[in-house]
């Protein structure tokens, strides 16, 4: 063999005991080790998958909110309905909402349609469920956030801001806070009689 053959021939490939056995055969207890890696890396996948379906279980569907139409300056009767059927009947009627301004509609969140039908069937001043969904953006800025001290007396003078007397002056007779609610007498009627309107369907103007 000539020098240049001697010099390009590839050193020979080493062996495994020149490695120290670095690339020795696994042995039975290599592999036992590794399926037991395995087992136990699988079984804690499975009670992740477990422990997740458990926690999705807890969890309610997903709320939608649907419109129902009514007559107009009959919301609140509605409102009271639906809540009250909905109770009566288990059904999954989260809230019922009337936004403040708006005549006409009042909206129901729920877990389906099916549960907003049932809870105004049969009710009076309603005139269906809208088909589509509304978006909780759509009437966000109609809901009080915060709700509002209102600073409204006994012998107030007011005037009446919405509603069938709407621009009508009335005396304020009984205030009841807890459920948002004045008793007024119109100062313009032949007989004063007493009308129950929502404390914030009307204005302070005077205060004897």
Known sequence: MSKEEHKNRAPPAPSAESMGGALAEPTVQDEVSTSSVA???????????????????????????????TTANREDQ???????NAERKKLDVYAVIRPHGMRGYVFVEAASRQDVEQAVFGIPYTKGVLPDLVDYKEIEHMLDQVKKEVNIQKNDIAEIISGPFKREKCKITRVDQAKEEVVVELLEAAVPIPITVKIDAVKVIRRD
């Not at 890396?41 to 139409?69: C, H, L, S, T, Y």
């Not at 509605?78 to 009250?84: H, P, R």
């Open 39 to 69: 087992s136990r890396e699988e079984a804690k996948e499975r009670v992740g998958e477990q422990e997740a379906a458990a926690k999705d279980a807890d969890i309610p569907e997903e709320a939608k909110i649907f419109a129902v139409r």
């Open 78 to 84: 509605v409102v009271g309905f639906i809540a009250s």
